[in-house]
């Protein structure tokens, strides 16, 4: 079936640096998206890419769709103590279903 | 903004007896409702589509009969974990998805159930 692999699977920085993770797929797909889930809680959108070659921000995040259309980032800048949680990207083909990558888990030292 | 309320948000159980779990909208209608099951520090998978008024489509793996989903009306489905047994433990999520868009990035999420089976 469809995978993404997502990297780093966990993070463990220092409050200000910034921080990258990425997402690729063997598959393209129409529309890459970033969500972050709180522990205990369903996951919350970030950002949605519509467009090889997008870059989009939303605060202190920026996430951009790759021109091959099989890969995505989202950066995060300056992060603060509440930025902690899992990041995940998910594809979605059209009406068809979500898939999920594995999660990026971020631990923040104040 | 669009609500999804997801009850109970944790459940304890005894091996053998029945779980049922709430997916409620809110504040708009969904003809579509998702759910998903997720294991300590994995990812989100699939469990099945809820299409309000027919059957729910379950993922390959995923047995219709343990997972009983009901989606009776636009604005609530439920998923009833029968005969639950400790390997069923796990947090399990829905998503919602209002009648107006067919897109997914407008999927709403709600916040979860932990499901603990003693």
């Known amino acids: 079936g469809q995978q993404l692999n997502q990297s780093p699977q966990s993070m463990f920085i220092q409050e200000g640096e910034d921080v990258s993770m990425n997402c690729t797929s063997s598959s393209i797909f129409n529309t890459w998206l970033w969500y972050k889930q709180d522990p205990g809680e369903g996951p919350v959108l970030l950002i949605a890419l519509y467009k090889a070659g997008e870059l989009t921000s939303n605060g202190r995040l920026t996430a951009q769709f790759g021109i091959t259309r099989k890969d995505s980032f989202l950066n995060i800048s300056a992060s603060i103590p509440s930025d902690v949680g899992i990041y995940f990207c998910a594809v979605s083909r059209g009406a068809q279903k979500l898939v999920f990558g594995q999660g990026t888990r971020l631990t923040i030292n104040p | 903004g669009a609500v999804v309320s997801q009850h109970p948000s944790r459940v304890i159980c005894k091996s053998g007896t029945s779980v049922k779990i709430e997916c409620r909208s809110l504040?708009?209608?969904?003809?579509?409702m998702f759910w998903y099951r997720q294991f300590p520090k994995q990812s989100l998978m699939l469990m099945a589509t809820s299409n309000e008024g027919s059957k729910a489509t379950y993922e390959q793996g995923v047995e219709k009969d343990k997972f009983l989903i009901n989606h009776a009306s636009l604005t609530l489905s439920t998923l009833t974990v029968t005969s639950a047994h400790p390997e069923d433990s796990s947090f399990y999520i829905c998503s919602a998805r209002p009648t107006w868009t067919t897109s997914n990035e407008k999927l709403f999420f709600g916040s979860g159930t932990q499901l603990s089976v003693l």
């Open positions: 504040d708009f209608q969904a003809t579509t």
